[in-house]
């Protein structure tokens, strides 16, 4: 949300700084890959940069940036973070924007903080790693401003198939994960939405299982499978984001609002 205000007679517009803030982690799927396609004419991968109206950006919701500024949230909402690859439309503006159509107060502003990196294992997120300690620094960073970590939406596990043990091990590496977040963030309540993946091939099945089954409090599980899959059999088509973004709002609306 944005106000007016006057400095040395020039006007600037500031950024009101959100009171409710969602961290968005995981790979690929919640990085966002809708709309990603091959431009033939380039031989590159580039976004489409169809929006759909429930991605539509909103002034009272906003994101974290890399360099931890607080600005208008816009698809697609990892592209400086997940840099790897070329980002499009993922589940965290469908989402918010269907929060925000619940929330009763003018006054509500909802921080979006992107973390995720596509391509990456549980085990590339455990406690000390690059990405978990900047998935801790920058929740840290997002709450200076007065807000609270409303929940984690996570959304990952496609790496984790194709090997036997890390699927097998998978639910405990979760629960440890959970724990150690919940703790770091001094947050032992933090309510966790997870996604189990509705792709990847392999040992899938025992992912999902332990994804579903994952037995902690203020954790519940928004399952992604039969959601429409781009070609590559991998990642969700910008119809399916925006379906799996409205799921895990009223995941959130229905248990912990």
Not at 67 to 75: S, V, Y
Not at 79 to 105: E, Q, W, Y
Not at 124 to 150: D, P, Q
Not at 229 to 243: M, S
């Amino acid at each position: 949300m944005e106000k007016e205000s006057t400095i040395s007679g020039e006007k600037k517009l500031e950024i009101k700084t959100p009171n409710q803030i969602f961290i968005l982690s995981g790979q690929s799927n919640m990085a966002g890959r809708g709309g990603v396609i091959k431009d033939h004419h380039t031989d590159r991968w580039v976004w489409d940069q169809i929006l759909p109206p429930e991605c539509a950006p909103n002034p009272s919701i906003l994101r974290l940036s890399s360099d931890l500024r607080w600005e208008q949230a816009h698809e697609p909402l990892h592209s400086d973070i997940d840099t790897n690859k070329v980002c499009g439309v993922g589940p965290g503006m469908a989402f918010a924007n269907a929060v925000m159509n619940r929330l009763n107060k003018d006054s509500d502003v909802i921080g979006l903080v992107p973390c995720a990196s596509g391509g990456t294992a549980i085990k590339e997120w455990e406690r000390g790693s690059h990405l978990y300690e900047t998935m801790v620094k920058r929740t840290e960073e997002s709450l200076k401003s007065g807000g609270e970590t409303k929940a984690l939406l996570w959304y990952q596990g496609e790496s984790d198939v194709l090997d036997i043990h890390d699927a097998e091990s998978y639910g405990s590496n979760m629960d440890r994960l959970i724990k150690n977040l919940r703790q770091d963030l001094n947050l032992p309540s933090l309510p966790i939405i997870q996604v189990a993946i509705a792709s990847g091939g392999g040992y899938i099945d025992k992912v999902r299982e332990a994804q579903l089954g994952l037995k902690l409090s203020n954790v519940v599980c928004v399952d992604a499978k039969g959601l429409p899959l781009k070609p590559d059999n991998l990642h969700l088509t910008t119809e399916a984001q925006v379906q799996l973004g409205l799921s895990l709002a009223q995941a959130y609306l229905s248990n912990f609002c």
